[in-house]
Every structure is written in C-alpha cells, then in structure tokens.
C-alpha cells in the first residue's frame, strides 16, 4: 500500500472496559485535506475509536498525533482550540435560540480571552462568519427562527455547522446521516465536497450510509470487533470478502 502523507495520525488505540476491548488496536492516518470515512456493523468500536481521539474518553494503551504533537488523552477544549472539531450522533443544537445564534455561540468559546468576548460587539465579531455558513448551508430562510422550531434534518445541518464555524483543520463526524430525510442526504454530501475544497480541512466520518460513504471518501477504513478489517479505496473495500460476510453474515 502506497504511503500517504498523515496529518492525524493513530498508532495502536485501545479501549478497555474490564475484559472487553471496545478498541483493539486500531492504527490509522489520514492526510491533509483527505476524507476518510469509517464503516462498519454496530457495536465495532467505531464511536469508542472517535471518543478517544477527541478526548471525551482516555485510551487505555496507544498514542495519537496531530500535526505531529502528541494529543493522546488532551480535553476536546485543548483539541478544539488546536482545530479539531467533531459532530455527534445526537444533536447538540440550542433549542431556543436562532440558527444564526447556534452558530455563533459554537464559535464563541475560541474567539480571544475572556476578557475580550465581555467588551466584543454582541456577535463577537462572528456574524459575518456566522452569515457565510448560513449560505453555504443554505439555511438563509430559516436563520432568524428557533432551531427548536425546525425539522431535525435542518437541526441536523445546523450542527454540522457549527462544527465548521470556528474553521477547523480536522473535523471528526459521528453519523451526519443518521436520521436525515433522504432528499437531504446528497446535499449534505455536496456540502461537505464544497467545504473539503474550500477550505481545504480534512474529515473522517463514521456513517452506516454505504452510498454516503462510497461516493464521498477517496479512502474508507472498516472496523469490526475493535479492529480495522479493512481498508483503501471504497471499490476495494466494498469487494472484500471480510468486509462483506461482516454485514451480511457467512
């Protein structure tokens, strides 16, 4: 396999529970401005894999680097603020305030001191940033209304950009389909292809959606039972033996 320049970079994560191995020694990389997507059935730790990357849980064993730093194990504040950002599978909208409002508070938190964000104008200086994803995301007729108000697959969008709005160079995304009408699903895709060009971060994104995956990612990584199965291009992938009786059963 031809090696590919790493910009994240996962050197033997595990995650034990007891005698369970959520994780099992699981290696990856991913380069700049690549989109890797992770497959496999539930239950194969892909979730587990994301959560101690990003710091919501700590590895048992293993080391992860980004940039070339060594990030094993730091809070998702210390990862957010060195461009990390990540989406989950249940949404982590605000209800009760304006999409334009949502958008700007996920980015508040990265915006200067403290001190700065007290005596900054009400928008923190993010409304034009804020005004940009609204656009892109198409979401300009709904921007003054409740979040609350909308359908979850425009909640959806919402949080998949204010993950964006703090200009992340790597976004990890947690099943952005999961739930979306399908009328929405390839705009999401052509989303995510826009913002890839256009700002040149790098994505790994967790999705059962097979098509999804296929048609986004150059690269795609299988997990089952903690472990990488397979992976490489998705034709590759979707013609591996392994791969298939995983999902299907022998």
């Given at each position: 396999?031809?090696?590919r320049?790493s ?34 059935p ?5 979730t ?6 990003l ?20 809070s ?33 938190e990265?915006k ?16 034009h ?15 003054k ?7 979850y ?9 204010m ?15 999961a ?11 052509e ?15 967790i ?9 986004l990612?150059p690269?795609?990584i ?29």
């Amino acid at each position: 396999m031809t090696a590919r320049p790493s910009f994240l970079e996962v050197r033997g994560v595990e995650k034990h529970y007891g005698a369970i191995r959520a994780v099992d020694g699981v290696s990856l990389s991913v380069g700049p401005g690549e989109i890797v997507g992770v497959i496999g059935p539930n239950g194969s730790g892909k979730t587990t894999l994301f959560n101690s990357i990003l710091g919501q849980i700590r590895p048992t064993a293993g080391r992860v680097e980004f940039c070339s730093e060594d990030i094993t194990g730091m809070s998702p504040l210390e990862l957010a603020r060195r461009g990390i950002g990540r989406t989950f599978q249940t949404l982590q909208v605000f209800g009760k305030l304006s999409v334009r409002d949502n958008l700007i508070v996920a980015a508040q938190e990265f915006k200067g001191s403290l001190g700065g964000r007290l005596f900054a104008k009400p928008d923190a200086g993010l409304g034009h940033r804020a005004d940009e994803m609204i656009e892109l995301f198409r979401l300009q007729h709904v921007a003054k209304l409740h979040a609350g108000s909308l359908s979850y697959g425009q909640q959806k969008l919402i949080d998949i950009a204010m993950a964006f709005m703090a200009a992340p160079r790597l976004v990890l995304l947690d099943e952005p389909c999961a739930g979306v009408n399908p009328s929405l699903v390839d705009q999401l895709r052509e989303l995510l292809v826009e913002l890839n060009r256009t700002q040149g971060g790098s994505f790994v994104v967790i999705e059962h959606n097979m098509d999804f995956i296929m048609r986004l990612c150059p690269h795609v990584i299988c997990m089952v039972e903690g472990k990488v199965l397979a992976e490489g291009p998705p034709k590759d992938v979707q013609a591996n033996r392994q791969v298939l009786e995983a999902y299907l059963g022998n």
